[in-house]
Nanobody
Framework: QVQLVESGGGLVQAGGSLRLSCAAS????????MGWFRQAPGKECEFVAA????????AYSDSVKGRFTISRDNAKNTVYLQMNILAPEDAAVYFC?????????????????WGQGTQVTVSS
């Protein structure tokens, strides 16, 4: 079993930045592919970014590419999501997810473990 705890959410003005963190425990972190998803009120949960545990490959949704960066620190069992140039449409609950597979998967069904989420609010 894997436990995931997100942190770093909050209120930021449009154009600002936030860094989300997700601390993992319960399984060797270095063998987990990590992902971030988000869900805004009344909308489907959507993929944001993923980081494979092998080869360091990453994937991003088109809506965040060039603004968000996913990274990981295996020594700290933590994955990060650096979010820059935030816009009101980025406001959502952000979820960290983990999977045992190697691919930087982009679908919810590909992930085995989920955190509780952290709220990101962007004021215009």
């Amino acid at each position: 079993q894997v436990q995931l705890v997100e942190s770093g959410g909050g209120l930021v003005q449009a154009g600002g930045s936030l860094r989300l963190s997700c601390a993992a425990s319960g399984r060797r972190f270095s063998t987990l592919t990590m992902g971030w998803f988000r869900q805004a009120p009344g909308k489907e949960c959507e993929f944001v970014a993923a980081h494979s545990w092998t080869g360091g490959s990453t994937a991003y949704s088109d809506s965040v590419k060039g603004r968000f960066t996913i990274s990981r620190d295996n020594a700290k069992n933590t994955v990060y999501l650096q979010m820059n140039i935030l816009a009101p449409e980025d406001a959502a609950v952000y979820f960290c997810a983990a999977r045992r597979g190697t691919a930087a998967a982009t679908t919810r069904e590909s992930y085995d473990y989920w955190g509780q989420g952290t709220q990101v609010t962007v004021s215009s």
